[in-house]
């Protein structure tokens, strides 16, 4: 009689087979991936066995295992869809019980190229700090540990949270994946400077205590029974196989309760439920009229549309990273402020395009170009609510952080008249570049329509600078002349003035042109 194990492992590979014989791109985006995570496995192997007999190999090695395990706990969070074996409710039809069907999994978990990725670099760092027979014998050890643990702290996160996973907020989790990315990125790049300049040594204290935690104990192990601790080596590797039991014994509970329990689809909603907008607060201080439903339906978009949410959250987060974190570094300038008012105003370009195909129910109560006025207003207004606080409060932080309180009100008026420009050239380039945005998957413009795009967000991100450039020469020329401190404040209302010009005549172009091409936008829009 076949196993279990070996049925879901040929499962896994069956699942993997079938995926690349889907399309040639497919294969090749996996080919290609597969090769670039295979190298820098290796190159991480190489640089870990580098650092052996360094005084700080150990501050690398531990750190590094437990940076690994924090990967993969995360990884079913915000990458559902990589393995479908992460989904047990797929199983719950069949007569299987909790403890074989662990094994089975955990064998699957594996099968595949983040698996290798993980054991290439746990070699690695066993093999930094290992020195002598027992050191090796307790490396060998440690790194099957370690992978285990791993593997099974994916699988009971993916079961702890599979109904999370396959609603609405599990897609916007997939969808925020690259903000994590960049976020993430931003963190190792600046991780990296202060390593560079103040040596590993300063990983020690953190590999000290991540040494008693799993499974970077079992690396700790390795280093301990190289020096001849030979209870403290047999110690932390205790704590890895009790990690290990441990979310085991989790991961059964949760795989037990998700065959046995009922989901959303077979209970009634409770009466009375409804679904919250941030926007619901505010409906009373809204403008009456078309302007205040525009507003209400914009920030719920913001809300509860994944690829939405999604633009905004990446523009909030990228827009504060960037002046701060140069700032901290010492590395920034005051207006690198304006880069928060700049991403936020990105969000104005192809208004149309999140509406998708229902755009033709906005189309339908348009009828000339004051009702398109009024609909592209509350657009902008929505944007506002958001922005002119937001872009505010970064120049304030950016402006703490560097010291330069001075320069604050020119600051923040070449970012509200940066601002105004970009909220102007994005109503007219709505109207006349728009484009689709696919719903499902993470490509934000549709086949066919890239040129649209570039044409729509650069051309208006250049216009926008040079409609900038009367309050940007004013700024240089403060800046340049003898007595221009004593008048930079000048900059602030006169910047935010023109920014609130620029607005209202962007609209006012714009609506003539929204309204006589209502027929093209539709079709545009609904690509996706």
Request: glycine fraction near 10%; charged fraction near 10%.
């Amino acid at each position: 009689m076949t196993s279990l194990t070996s049925t879901v492992v040929r499962l896994k590979l069956s699942l993997l087979r079938n995926g690349l014989r889907q399309s040639a791109g497919r294969r090749a985006a996996f080919v290609a991936s597969a090769v670039v995570a295979l190298l820098f496995a290796l190159l991480q192997l190489l640089g870990l066995v580098a650092l052996r007999g360094h005084a700080h190999a150990e501050a690398v090695a531990v750190p590094g295992t437990a940076v690994l395990a924090l990967g993969w706990a995360v990884m079913p969070l915000f990458f559902p869809s990589g393995d479908e074996t992460l989904d047990p409710t797929r199983l719950v039809m069949l007569p299987l019980r909790p403890r074989p069907l662990v094994r089975a999994l955990l064998a699957a978990s594996l099968v595949g190229i983040g698996a290798l990725f993980t054991l290439l670099v746990l070699v690695g760092c066993v093999l930094s700090v290992a020195q002598g027979a027992v050191g090796y014998v307790v490396a060998v050890v440690a790194v099957v540990l370690a992978l285990l643990v791993c593997v099974a702290l994916a699988r009971a996160v993916a079961a702890a949270n599979v109904r999370l996973l396959t609603s609405r907020k599990g897609r916007d989790l997939a969808v925020l994946s690259g903000l994590v990315i960049a976020v993430g990125a931003q963190l190792v790049n600046f991780g990296a400077q202060r390593l560079g300049s103040a040596g590993l040594g300063q990983l020690q204290p953190a590999a000290d205590v991540l040494s008693w935690v799993p499974p970077a104990s079992a690396v700790g192990a390795v280093r301990s029974a190289s020096e001849g601790a030979y209870g403290t080596a047999l110690g932390q590797l205790a704590l890895s196989v009790g990690g290990l039991a441990l979310l085991i014994v989790v991961w059964a509970r949760s795989l037990t309760r998700l065959m046995t329990s009922p989901d959303g689809s077979t209970l009634q909603a409770p009466e009375g439920a409804r679904d919250r907008a941030p926007s619901a607060g505010l409906r009373r201080l809204l403008p009456d009229g078309r302007t205040g439903t525009v507003v209400e339906r914009t920030l719920r978009y913001v809300w509860r549309d994944p690829k939405t949410k999604a633009a905004w959250v990446t523009s909030l987060a990228i827009g504060l990273i960037v002046p701060v974190f140069n700032a901290v570094q010492g590395t920034g300038s005051i207006y690198f402020a304006c880069f928060a008012a700049g991403m936020l105003g990105i969000q104005m370009y192809n208004q149309f395009g999140q509406d998708t195909s229902a755009f033709w129910m906005v189309a339908l109560t348009i009828s000339s170009a004051r009702d398109a006025h009024a609909e592209l207003r509350g657009r902008a207004l929505a944007l506002l609510v958001i922005t002119l606080p937001y872009a505010a409060l970064v120049t304030v932080l950016t402006t703490a952080l560097l010291g330069a309180w001075a320069r604050l009100p020119e600051a923040l008026g070449l970012s509200l008249a940066l601002l105004g420009a970009m909220l102007a050239t994005g109503a007219w380039t709505s109207a006349r570049f728009p484009y689709s945005i696919p719903q499902e998957g993470h490509k934000n413009v549709a086949p066919g329509q890239a040129g649209l795009a570039w044409i729509s967000i650069f051309g208006g991100m250049v216009a926008a600078a040079l409609l900038c450039s009367p309050v940007i020469t004013a700024t240089i020329w403060l800046n340049v002349s003898a007595d221009g401190d004593a008048w930079s404040w000048l900059l602030l209302p006169a910047g935010a003035a023109y920014g609130a010009t620029l607005t209202l005549l962007g609209l006012r172009l714009a609506a003539p042109r929204t309204a006589a091409r209502l027929p093209e936008i539709l079709a545009a829009v609904s690509k996706g």
